[in-house]
């Protein structure tokens, strides 16, 4: 297909890009410190998220599109309302230094992966956090970015730098 349109508006690299549950928006989290939203398909400016913080590196949004998730260096991930862009949480328990969030398919979890040899999952259902370290924690080598979780929302795969994939049961 044909490029329709190549600028996000951010001033430096976006690092994700989020489709809304409901297919009307595009969220992008850039290095400038902003989550912009963009309308879907005309790609038309709907809003920015900024809270001071240099970088956002990761964006995922809720089961029912209300809300945002945003995650980046050196601070937890935050819940973000579409409708007014203020916080409506911070995920405590969550690692720092975040560079993906994933929601489960059953949208109860939200997994957070960053610069450590840890997978964090979130219960969004208010049940607590939990923390799972791969094979290379001894060694602190082993930095996951890329979580997924099983079509039943009952396992969690995580593959990063250097070393196999882990693998844990929820």
């Not at 489960?104 to 969004?124: F, N």
């Not at 923390?131 to 290379?136: D, P, T």
């Amino acid at each position: 297909g044909s490029e329709t349109q190549t600028n996000f508006g951010h001033s430096d690299s976006v690092f994700d890009l989020a489709f809304s549950p409901k297919k009307d928006l595009i969220a992008s989290a850039a290095n400038d410190g902003t989550v912009r939203l963009w309308s879907y398909p005309d790609l038309l400016p709907r809003g920015l998220f900024q809270d001071g913080r240099k970088s956002f590196d990761c964006v995922a949004f809720s089961e029912d599109g209300e809300t945002f998730f945003a995650g980046g260096p050196n601070s937890p991930p935050k819940e973000v309302s579409v409708d007014s862009l203020h916080e409506v949480s911070i995920l405590t328990g969550q690692a720092a230094n975040l560079n993906k969030l994933v929601l489960s398919p059953d949208w109860k979890r939200l997994a957070a992966t960053g610069w450590s040899p840890q997978v964090m999952i979130c219960e969004l259902t208010g049940e607590a956090s939990q923390s799972f370290q791969g094979l290379g924690a001894a060694t602190s080598v082993n930095m996951f970015f890329a979580p997924a979780f099983d079509p039943a929302s009952s396992r969690i795969v995580a593959a990063g730098e250097q070393g196999p994939a882990s693998d844990w049961d929820l």
